[in-house]
Every structure is written in C-alpha cells, then in structure tokens.
C-alpha cells in the first residue's frame, strides 16, 4: 500500500520551525503587517472560492438528497457530539483548552479540493462530491461559529457574535457572492491558472499558521506540551477519524448506496478544511494567545486525513483496475 507523503504538510512543518526559530515577525509589536496580508488574502481566497462555484452544478446535485444528508450529518454533527462525550471529563484549565481545539476541528466544515481528487482516485460519485465539499463550505459559515459559541466563552476570550459574523460577512460570504456574480467573466480565467490559485491559498494559510504559532512560541505556551502529550493528541485525532469513518461507512450500507456513494460519503463526511479552520480560528479567536494550540489538533488531522484517505483511495482504485 503506497502512501504520498503531502508536500504541504512538509511546508507546514517548516513553517513551524520558522515561527520558533524567529517568533518575533509574528508578535503583536511586529513590523511586518502580517494582519492586513493574511486579512486581504482570506478575501481573496473566498473570492476565488465563490468564482468557482457553479449554480447549475449545484441545483443539479441536489437529487441525490440521501447520501448528502449523511455527508452533512457526519460533518456538521456527528464529529461535534463524539468530541462532546469527553467535555465531562475536563478537570483544569489546559485540559479545556485542549478539548476546546478538538471541538473547534469537529465544528469545522469538509475540504473541497483534497475530497474531489481523493474521490476522483478511487472512482467514487465526483458530481456528488463536488456537490457536498462546495455546500458544506457554506454551511460552515453559518453552523460552525455558531456550534464555538456555545463553549467558547470558557476559553477566556472575547466571543462576541455581532463581529464574529460581521468579519465573516466583509471577509468571506461578500467576496463569494461577487465571485459567484463575477463567474461568466473570470471563471475561464480561474480553471486556467487553478493551480497557481491553489499556491496563494496555500501560501495564505501558511502565513496564518505562522503568525499562530510564532504568538504562541513567544507566550511559551507549547512548554508544558510534552512528547507524549503529543503522540496522546495524534492518538484522539486517529481514534475520531476512525469513528466517523466507521460509522459512515455502516449508515452507508444501511441505507443501500452503491460502492461510488459509499467512496464519497466516507471520503467527503470524514474531511475537516484546514483553510476553514486557520481562516475561523483568526475570525472566532482573534489574538488569543492559545491560538496555535488551538490549531495543532486540526493540523494532525489534515496530515492524517491525506496519509489514510490517499492509501485507501490508492486500494479501491487497484480494485477498480482489477475488475
């Protein structure tokens, strides 16, 4: 079984090491206006995002109702109430933090781009696929400060709605709606320079990673997390993903679905968007000081989520080629 090691995780690595090695371009008192840039980046990501929406698309997989409430269920409910089961076994203040971070993540809406190719590898439902990663970015907007709210008070940070969702509306559903309207003039020119497009998302997340972990590296919040703290976190983002695949994947047989619907319920229903999650947690935590800490879960997880998925899409695709 081959697994394709992600080059974006190695560049998530590296910026992890620059942010410790050289914290202080992150800091608050920084001269580099890593705010403004990482600011005017997200809107242009989610322009872009809005761009490559298709309407027609989108009203035409609404048909296969089924598998997309499953997919949407398993996304936006059932990874919330799995990490909910632990919040009674919170004892101190760093404990919370940590459950905090997992919750953020389960609250997080799917990918689109890793879910399409994964599906697309193992010759699942792509219209589906396609369908349910664009939709659930929009779902997200909505539900996923809206499922933070009802705990992030706890955190000892500000979490006021009224700006939270004022930030997401200039930041994010604007610039989709005028990509959504701008589409007919620039949607050629989008499909043709896709790939650089994917490199200044990618760049954009980059710079908020850093600017997350160089906060926390200079506030040495990362001092009390041990080795084993680590190995113990990567255990509970195994252990989640396992158990949503597993439960999708049996919802899925129940309710009857072809091999191709099974491949996008369980590829699309158990992906967590890391350019969701670092462009929320700048919106939902603003400066807080954990916020690198914050993010950690939900990086283990991207890196887990390609290493597993890419294996498994890698065997369903020789299984394929076979028949």
Known sequence: MHI?????IMAIIMVIIIAYVFPQWGTADSAVPINTISAIGISLIFFFYGVKLSPSKLKAGLSNWKLHLLIQTSTFLLFPLLVLIFRPLIEDEAQETIWLAFFFLAALPSTVSSSVVMVSIAKGNIPAAIFNASISGIIGIVLTPLWMGLFVHDAQTDFDFTAIYTKLIVQIILPVVVGMLMQRFLGDFVQRHSS???????????????????????????????????????????ALFLMVFVTTGFFSKLLG?????????????????LVHGTVFSKIL????????LILLPLMLFHASQIMIISAIASKYQKRQMLE
């Open 257 to 273: 679905f072809s091999i191709e619907d099974r491949i996008t319920a369980q590829f699309c229903g158990t992906k967590k968007s």
């Open 4 to 8: 394709k090691f992600d080059k974006f």
């Open 196 to 238: 650089k497009l994917t490199l200044f998302d990618k760049s954009i997340i980059l710079l908020i990673i850093y600017k997350s972990f160089a906060e926390s590296f200079s506030e040495r919040l990362f001092s009390s997390v041990s080795v084993l703290d680590l190995l113990a976190l990567f255990g509970g983002v195994l």
């Open 285 to 292: 935590f603003g400066n807080m000081a954990a916020l690198g």
